[in-house]
């Protein structure tokens, strides 16, 4: 057995492997910042150009070009320290970090090693409302490499590949490395504890607005170091580093997962190898990657043409001031004002529905209708059409608009829905929807009138359970009526005219 590879080694299960092991974590999450420019040259970071489209002399690391640091990213890493109780340095400087890969054409990326902006900070997340207090180590500043891409083989990865292909597009996009303190006394909830740090670094990313803070474009990215160790009072075991999870039920699987794994190789009498792991969604586990550099194999060193960062007390204290509230306590806001069940709001943030609820609610929609449509309709076109419900294609504001025109009686659900197909079909706003369609709710007594004749004459055995008393057969009737008049007349005026006609 040369590797730590799972082959030799039963997977234990998850309870016996925390019954005999205790779990440390360490996670590494990378923040891709939204600054305009890179983070030492002027080109665009635009997501989704063509390739090499977005590329200079500086981030294709050409002899001679000398990088300028991006005061917006910097200010964006003092913003996330200070939101991350981290202490700010009064100076500190960029490091070379030295490894050859094709994606970074400079043979190094442009780092902080031993002087990160930010350090000694510390973050509360939740885990069925328990708090969990994880420690930062540092956040520091560096760059991205390019994007491989190895076409030809079965798994997207290299070995195997016909051919790769290089795009330096992403080359020099400003990054924010966070680093938690080994994370000790999670025991069963290590795996949780991991996917609700995650989540709550891109929660905080999103409401600083340094990051699109999306997962599924890599903006945030995590590298999950996981050991075992026999108990909480002897030294931490050897870790291995599973590499750029990027969801967070990938997170909680992936330490999951390597926590089963590990026990299998512990209790079968074998070692773990320090190594980087990849994570694979369809089988849900993780195999081996490269044995792990230790820092000497970097040759790290101070970058020589950049210039130290010293950022003024002042500017610190000023950035500070005009930090956000904090996501945990917006949360507990929403929760108090929207007034809703602890299981209704649950499931709003659970879906991460809580932005564009919120802004429902601030465009003069009641929580309740707010929730309602989000949760229900544009959720499930949302999952039909694989998208984050941000981007169903109805905006907050348009859904504020279609409840008030349920609210004025305009239409109602029903036909709501329809002015939501109108809306994704791009036929304009929902009043233009709602007059182009002809969507609006016939409440007009005379047209309603003769639509319940034809009802009652239709049916006259409920008719007559009615006259006899039998006013919850009046749902039928009325069912009769909106069908005739397809689904657009006023259904509370159509109960009434059917119980003036027949008692
Ligand atoms: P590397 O350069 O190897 O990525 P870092 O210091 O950047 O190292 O990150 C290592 C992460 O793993 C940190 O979060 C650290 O707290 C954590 N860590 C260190 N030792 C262990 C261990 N034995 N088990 C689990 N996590 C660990
Ligand atoms: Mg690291
Ligand atoms: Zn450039």
């Known amino acids: 057995m040369t590797t730590g590879s799972t082959a030799a080694y039963e997977i234990v299960d998850f309870d016996d492997a925390i019954h005999r092991y205790d779990p440390v974590l360490g996670l590494e999450v ?97 885990v069925d409302g328990e708090t969990f207090r994880v420690e930062i180590e540092r956040a520091h500043m560096e760059e991205d490499t390019g994007k491989s891409t190895h076409v030809g083989g079965s798994t997207g990865r290299i070995h195997g590949a016909d051919y790769s292909l290089l795009d330096y597009n992403r080359c020099g996009v400003p990054l924010i490395e966070i680093v938690t303190r080994p994370i000790e006394g999670a ?25 699109d803070a999306r997962m599924e474009r890599g903006n945030v990215r995590c590298d999950a170091n996981v050991s075992l160790r026999a108990s909480a009072d002897v030294p931490f075991g050897t870790r291995t580093e599973t590499k750029n999870v990027n969801s967070l039920r990938s997170v909680e699987g ?118 309602k449509w989000w949760m229900s309709e544009l959720a499930r076109r949302a999952n039909e059409a694989g998208v984050a419900l941000a981007d169903v294609g109805v905006t907050p504001a348009q859904v504020a608009a279609v409840q008030a025109l349920v609210d004025e009686g305009v239409i109602n659900d029903k036909l709501a829905r329809q002015v939501f197909d109108g809306l994704l079909a791009g036929e304009g706003e929902p009043a233009q929807v709602v007059e182009s369609r002809g969507l609006v709710l016939v409440s007009d007594d005379g047209a309603l ?52 006609k027949l008692t």
């Not at 950022?311 to 929760?335: G, T």
């Not at 409920?462 to 005739?484: E, F, N, P, S, Y």
Request: hydrophobic residues 40%; aromatic residues 6%.
């Open 30 to 126: 990378h923040v891709e910042l939204n600054t305009n420019s890179k983070m030492f040259c002027g080109c665009s970071t635009e997501f989704g150009a063509p390739p090499n489209t977005q590329t200079c002399p500086v981030c294709l690391g050409l002899p001679g070009s000398m990088p300028v640091a991006n005061a917006k990213a910097i200010e964006s890493a003092i913003r996330i320290g200070l939101a991350l109780n981290c202490d700010i340095a009064d100076w500190c400087r960029f490091a070379r970090k030295n490894y050859f890969y094709p994606d970074m054409p400079k043979n190094y990326q442009i780092s902080q090693y031993d002087e990160p902006i930010a350090f000694d900070g510390w973050i509360d997340v939740d």
């Open 187 to 211: 025991g069963a909830k290590a795996p949780q504890v991991a996917k609700a740090y995650v989540g709550a670094i891109r929660d905080l990313m999103k409401a600083l607005a340094v990051s």
């Open 254 to 371: 992936a330490v999951r997962h390597e926590i089963m794994r590990q026990a299998g190789v512990l209790d079968g009498g074998g070692v773990i190898t320090q190594e980087t792991r990849h994570w694979h969604e369809d089988t849900q586990s993780t195999t081996a990657g490269r044995p792990k550099e230790t820092a000497e194999d970097y040759r790290y060193f101070p970058e020589p043409d950049l210039v130290p960062v010293a950022p003024s007390r002042e500017w610190v204290e000023e950035l500070r001031a005009s930090l956000p509230e904090p996501p945990a306590q917006r949360l507990q806001r929403l929760a108090g004002e929207w007034g809703f069940s602890e299981r209704e709001f649950g499931d709003v943030v659970a879906a991460d529905a809580v932005d564009v609820v919120d802004e429902t609610v601030r465009a003069g929609c009641a929580p309740q209708a707010a929730r």
């Open 449 to 500: 009138s003769a639509a319940v004749d034809a009802a009652i004459a239709a049916n006259p055995d409920v008719a007559d359970r009615i006259r006899a008393g039998k006013l919850q057969a009046a749902g039928a009737l009325i069912g009769a009526v909106m069908k005739d008049m397809k689904g657009q007349a006023d259904a509370a005026r159509v109960r009434e005219l059917v119980i003036e």
